[in-house]
């Protein structure tokens, strides 16, 4: 689901990395980004963050908008409308705000929420101009909101023939019912996709991308009171008005058990077993995620679900289980998922409600916990390298009110966390006895 996804989940580990130094010892600080923030005339959040380190600046534009803001007919027309942000504007086409990019070495994409630039430093004026330019007075030509269209449409057709999407779109729709925007998928469906007409796309447009639901972050060597006076005089037209805020039902965790399997002649099945998680400001958060690390994130699968399953039993060699995720500013969702042959379904299922089971009962050795809290603390620091990722922690931050003494404090809140806790934390948000479980492949074998 699009719950922020990187920014919410906050997660520098990947897993199935080379395994790295698990057990190492040494104890990293946390990280300190200072910042200056100011709030302009017309509402416009901006934050600024002074690096050194290279002649490099990244410029993140964010408006609050995505699939909670859409309605039910109308889904995926964020992600279109962010495919179209940079398809021209009133004084330029898309060939000459791409052209003139390139030509300083720069780097523009757009998504659902905005737009993100990449120049030397020296190029922040253009970099700040041409994010003004989309964001603010996109035209979105007719030609190429048919174009765009027709490659999202496709995009959704490559997802109903891949049986890992399909299983994964099906167990959202169990967890979240029929009422709340996640349990589809977060692209939308061909038959609203196919319907959404220009005149969607300039009225989602108008209705979120506004100066008072948006956020502008910029990281690099550059000096905050010439990024803010840039700033003022790229989006100082930005006009505020009023939003309306995203109808989201509450979602409950079910009390029962929910099945479902999608029937597709591939050789292997793919299977999602888990329930509704939570929010990225649940109180138990650093605790499951050192609890994830343990149960089924760890890298080079040296968590309890890839021994069990992967290296002791062979079933598969993608697995992995997690809750932290996916966690946003709506529940994500607790899962775990695996590849495997339709014969090994009745094993796979019970080997996920052992391990789940066993976390919520039995105390995590002291191994477990030191191998997960040394990784997570020591190598937080690695998602702080590129400006970019210095941009998409400070909107993090921004977005969620929190101060940046958050990254300093990070790693002793991952080492704060005890074996008990974990015991206890995953009693209360996993729950192995009502669970949805979906499935897409062969039903031969099983």
Known sequence: PATGGFLDGLQAVSHGRPRTARGSPRRERGVRLETARRVLANGL????????????????VHSETGQRFEPEEKAGISCLVGMLLDSGTREKSAQKIAGDIEFIGGALS?????????VRSRDLVRALDAAADCTLRPIFPADRVELERDKLLAEIQSERDSPK???WHAFDHLVYGKRHPYHRPVKGYAETVSRLAR???VSHHRTYFASNNSIVIVSGDVRADDVFAGLEDAFGAWRPREVPPPKVPAVRRQVSVRRTWVSMQRSQIHLYLGHLGIRRTDPDYHTLRVMDDVLGMGTGFTDRISRKLRDEQGLAYSVYATITQYAGQEPGTFHAYIGTSPENREKVVAGFLDEIRRIREERVSREELAAAQNYLANHYVFGFESNSQRCDHLLFLERYGLDTSYFLEYPERIRSVTRDEIRDAAAR???PDHYCLAIAGPRNGA
């Open 110 to 118: 757009t998504n659902a929420h905005g737009v993100r630039i990449k």
């Open 199 to 201: 005149k969607d796309v």
């Open 165 to 167: 999407k399909v299983a």
């Open 429 to 431: 948000n996993l729950d």
């Open 45 to 60: 959040r901006a934050v600024v963050h002074e690096n050194r380190a290279a002649p490099i600046a990244c410029v993140l």
